[in-house]
């Protein structure tokens, strides 16, 4: 059975948290708004266990979406589906937890998100226990700024050793880390180097837009986030046929939920099933070998 994997964002744009590199740092909807959000992953939700296919699904809303009980609703009927095999989303973990006690654990997994500014370490590790309590799989993540690198390093310390930590590299600002930095934050994440780069991706091999593609709120099919060409719409009957292997057509490729897709980096070969929540397949005890058997770096890239 062939897989697709789908990163769908609706029309949510609200988020009850400030970060200052987050352009929807406190923002919010309208009821109006929520509400056709809502539709619109209630359409989502029925035509995904309509498919046939074998399919993954990343919620990656621009803003928090698990506030929304809805969004916990979905995501506990999605992961019931027999033919999604994943189903994840992008959140900062501060939403009540009660809906995924009725989720298939199997199913189910988080990608949770550290906001030292936002949320004390204590109150974050409580909500990872809560996860822990409660079986369900999940990476923690932060923004590696260097007034955070203390607190990095103290959640690595205190998360469950089963819990892979990445650190996003923070790329406002050209060549931000010096070399010690990076050896410090890849003591934290030993795949910290592959965040590092923008990745030259112009005429290169990509995933996106034949197995993997996004969706918005109306069904319309981009190859991903970061190229806007509308390629189709799900609700469309003869949808499948704009799904095809294509090369990128954007000059680099800097984010993770981008270069992922890229054939030539292997990283299928490191995420495995996990690819969708950023779990490495043999997390803590992945082969540290993978990194000389498929050394890839953005020099070898260009």
Known sequence: MNTWNILYRGPLSSCNYECSYCPFAKTSNTRAELQQDERDL??????VAA??????????????????????????????????????????LSAPLDDFMAAN???????????????????????????????????VGVVGLRAHFAAIEELRQKLRPGVYLWVNAFKEEENYYQPNEIERLSAVDPYFHWN????????????????TFTVDGKGAVRRCHFINEILGNIYEPDFGDCLKPRNCSTATCGCHIGYIHRPEMNLNGL????LLERIPAQWPETDRAFAVKYPVCQRELA
């Open 271 to 274: 995420y495995g099933a996990g």
């Open 42 to 47: 209630e359409r989502f939700t029925a035509w």
């Open 105 to 139: 654990r199997a199913t189910l997994a988080l990608w949770t998100t550290f906001h030292p500014s936002q949320v004390t370490l204590a109150r974050f590790l409580a909500r990872c226990r809560e996860l822990d309590a409660l079986k369900i799989r999940y990476s």
């Open 51 to 92: 498919q046939s296919k074998r399919i993954g699904v990343l919620i990656t809303p621009w803003g928090e979406a698990l506030v929304h009980p809805y969004y916990r609703r979905a995501m506990s009927a999605l992961s019931h589906l027999p033919h999604v095999y994943r189903v994840s989303v992008q959140t900062n």
């Open 196 to 211: 590092l780069h923008h990745y030259p991706s112009a005429g290169k091999s990509c995933r996106a837009g034949d197995t």
